[in-house]
């Protein structure tokens, strides 16, 4: 299982980014597909998930109406698009995936929102 995020970078507040996540070594269209965020000193917490059809997405109340998830089942990749960045968004954004009980995780992509 491989997962790689991509799509990071420096923004400044009110701007966007669209994050991706790249998976192989396993089916993906099998599996939802998650997006979590670890800001400096904080635990890592859940941003938004995709079902496998993509129909459920639910998000965080704190990215709720800003960031959108999608996925392409035929591109194996799962996308997060990030509008209308807050300072409080600065974070590495991990991808992940629960196959059989064990968590795959990306390396993560660093999110800075700063002006």
């Known amino acids: 299982v491989q997962l790689v995020e991509s799509g990071g970078g420096l923004v400044q507040p009110g701007g966007s980014l669209r994050l991706s996540c790249e998976s192989s070594?396993?089916?993906?269209?099998?599996?939802?597909m998650s997006w979590y965020r670890q800001a400096p000193g904080k635990e890592r917490e859940l941003v938004s998930f995709?079902?496998?059809?993509?129909?459920?997405?639910p998000y965080a109340d704190s990215v709720k109406g800003r960031f959108i998830i999608s996925r392409d089942n035929f591109k194996n990749t799962v996308y997060l698009q990030m509008n209308n960045l807050k300072i409080e968004d600065t974070a590495v954004y991990y991808c992940?995936?629960?196959?059989?009980?064990?968590?795959?995780w990306g390396q993560g992509t660093q999110v800075t929102v700063s002006s």
């Open positions: 992940k995936v629960v196959i059989r009980g064990s968590d795959y």
């Open positions: 070594g396993f089916t993906f269209s099998n599996y939802d």
């Open positions: 995709s079902t496998t059809t993509g129909l459920y997405t």
